[in-house]
């Protein structure tokens, strides 16, 4: 018995064989479309003028999925839809190739090569991944800032049909659109700011960014930009007077607020929001009866109005500082106007030249009559005729005149003698 063994030979040596027929295909066919026949060009691989009645084909198998049908007789149908987006990568020539077997009769004649080109149709859009995006810039932001945002994919795989260019509507001059190529030839997007934006003027904007593709026709889509102006910290409060002049009456209550204060600030957020405070301008005399509500403007009084007497008006500076960083701030002035309606005595202060104790003084007996002998001062501080006083003496020896608003000196009125007498006492009233 003799055995016959055949040896097969992979080899992984680049095929130098040509395409020996061409034929084209537009993708997304119905399944069993025609494709062509082999026979056609005959002319090009038949090695003698065989009769093509004894010519017979056969197709040979493939590893992957089978996208084609040869008939006995050379006819290529699709055995199913054939869609170029999932054969074939982008910006390429799309082509499978198909071998078949020719036979004359029982005889073998050779391997044609059948190149397959898949035609790609313009059959999808180029899309963006979201429909709208928010972008957000500053009003601290400078002409040329730049915010990317994402590209549009064309699932299409030919050149023309995949290709994308893009354009910006609606942009009202304040915004441009730049593009440019990363290494795999995707777009890169940003927007680009051409003015400084103002937000107390125009806090959003809406864009448009069109995707077209190459296809005839082409295909569209539009990608929705929302644009928010970020809040920079660029306004001050502003006090919706600069003076508060308010008067309040001896007997005011501690419970109700003296006067309010109200500022307003254009920024948002914590840029907006006003606290307020007395400035260190405010001296402490002034300050001590009064209470600032930091929130609120709110000045209350501490103390009853009765433990107020050292002054009539009394000014408090207050500053309306925002919650930005670093924080804006204004000042307002607040004057109030005290009107008291007690009527307390009057406190009399008598100061000699020359003194033994607080309420005697020494003289010398030849002293001339005239001489200033005490200092005079009264003091009121009702308002009206509350506050008016008359000061007066009721002595021989010694006499009280004027020096203007509460002010007096005692003067020696005639000669004394201490032999006569050695000591006077006189009332001042």
Not at 279 to 286: C, E, H, V
């Amino acid at each position: 018995m003799t055995l016959l063994i055949v040896m097969v030979i992979i080899s992984f040596l680049p095929s130098a064989a040509c395409i020996d027929i061409t034929v084209r295909l537009k993708e997304e066919n119905s399944p069993k479309s025609y494709v062509g026949d082999i026979t056609a060009n005959s002319q090009k691989w038949l090695l003698d003028k065989e009769d093509l009645s004894q010519i017979t084909f056969n197709q040979l198998q493939q590893k992957e999925t089978k996208l084609f049908n040869v008939t006995l007789s050379g006819k290529l149908y699709t055995v199913r839809t054939v869609d170029a987006e999932s054969l074939c990568r982008y910006n390429t020539e799309c082509y499978k190739t198909v071998k078949v077997a020719v036979h004359k009769g029982k005889n073998f004649l050779k391997i044609l090569k059948i190149k397959v080109i898949i035609e790609d149709i313009n059959d999808h859009q180029p899309e963006f991944p979201d429909k709208e995006i928010t972008l957000h810039f500053g009003e601290g932001d400078g002409k040329g800032m730049k915010k990317s945002i994402p590209n549009a994919i064309d699932k299409d795989v030919g050149v023309l049909n995949s290709v994308i260019n893009y354009h910006l509507k609606n942009n009202e001059e304040m915004f441009s659109l730049l593009v440019s190529k990363r290494a795999d030839g995707i777009s890169r997007l940003e927007i680009v700011l051409e003015s400084k934006l103002n937000r107390e003027v125009k806090d959003m904007y809406s864009v448009q960014v069109e995707a077209e593709d190459g296809g005839s026709p082409s295909k569209k889509s539009v990608l929705d930009v929302k644009i928010l102006v970020e809040d920079e910290n660029d306004n001050l409060p502003v006090f919706s007077q600069n003076i508060y002049n308010v008067t309040i009456k001896s007997y005011f209550q501690n419970d109700i607020p003296v006067v309010t204060l109200s500022a307003t600030d254009s920024d948002i957020g914590n840029n907006g929001k006003i606290n307020y405070y007395f400035s260190p301008k405010t001296s402490d005399l002034d300050s001590k009866y009064f209470r600032l509500v930091k929130k609120t403007g709110e000045i209350f009084l501490i103390d009853k109005i009765d433990a107020i007497i050292d002054n009539e008006v009394y000014t408090l500076y207050v500053e309306a500082r925002d919650g930005g960083n670093p924080p804006l701030s204004s000042i307002a002035t607040v004057m109030v106007n005290v009107i008291n309606q007690q009527n307390n005595p009057p406190n009399i202060d008598v100061n000699f030249i020359s003194t033994q104790n607080h309420n005697t003084a020494t003289i010398l007996e030849d002293i001339k009559v005239g001489s200033f002998i005490a200092y005079v001062m009264v003091t009121d501080n009702d308002v009206g005729h509350n506050g008016q006083v008359n000061c007066h003496i009721k002595d021989d020896t010694f006499k009280l005149q004027s020096m203007g608003s509460k002010e007096y000196k005692i003067v020696l009125k005639k000669a004394v003698d201490r032999e006569t007498q050695e000591h006077y006492h006189f009332t001042v009233s």
